[in-house]
């Protein structure tokens, strides 16, 4: 049981490349997330998808695109990086809405 | 923008001393969340309070919330140095998790 899983672990992009970013969970969660934290900040939620089949944009969804490829996979996308990109992007499940949050490790991504 | 906002920002205490940090947030919540997230790490779920509870225990952490004021707190009793970490409240509304900024704690040994 693995729990979230991310990859890559790590990043760098050049300003205007694209990349996706990839998140699995083995849980059987319905609900999925992006978030972005940046240094000494919480994490703001960039999209989210409360089912299979549905996305949602957060707090902070410029730049990003989302899909959710079945229950267990969801990806980010940077259609063209930005140096304001730079972050560390995790993903989370949870089971529904109003349950505890499981986390993966995180990618940290750095656009130059 | 964040609804919770945690109070202090750090936190430095010796190791066996108790640990209290605090969360305001803004509007109206179903439960209210804390994690704890080590250097370089995800997030861990610590503990969660339904918005109709007033304390809840686990382990060494104890947690309170108060609706009229909306406020929570989050105690460490009896800390250690492997507490050393930064640590979030996280408020849920509308089926999404809203963070705060977060309280770096440093337990010295």
């Known amino acids: 049981n693995a729990g979230v899983t991310q990859t890559p672990k790590f990043q760098v992009l050049k300003t205007g490349q694209s990349m996706t970013l990839q998140c699995a969970q083995d849980?059987?969660?319905?609900?999925m997330y992006w978030y972005r934290q940046d240094p000494g900040m919480g994490l703001r939620l960039i999209y989210y998808s409360a089912s299979e089949g549905t996305t949602d944009k957060g707090e902070v969804p410029n730049g990003y695109n989302v899909s959710r490829l079945n229950k267990r996979e969801f990806s980010l996308r940077l259609e063209s990086a930005a140096p304001s990109q730079t972050s560390v992007y995790f993903c989370a499940s949870t089971a529904g809405g109003r349950y505890e949050q499981y986390f993966g490790p995180g990618t940290r991504l750095t656009v130059t | 923008s964040q609804q919770g906002e945690e109070d202090p920002q750090a936190l430095s205490i010796q190791e066996g001393e108790n640990a209290t940090m605090n969360c305001s947030y803004k509007t109206s919540i179903n439960n209210l969340q804390w994690y704890r997230q080590n250097s370089g790490r995800g997030l861990v779920h610590l503990i969660l309070?339904?918005?109709?509870?007033r304390e809840k225990h686990s382990g060494r952490l104890r947690v309170t919330l108060d609706t009229s004021k909306k406020s929570s707190s989050l105690l460490i009793t009896a800390s250690r140095a492997a507490d050393t970490a930064s640590y979030f409240c996280?408020?849920?509304?509308?089926?999404?998790?809203?963070f705060g900024s977060g309280t770096r704690l440093l337990v010295r040994p």
């Open positions: 309070i339904r918005s109709n509870e």
């Open positions: 996280a408020t849920d509304s509308s089926y999404k998790l809203i």
């Open positions: 849980m059987n969660h319905n609900s």
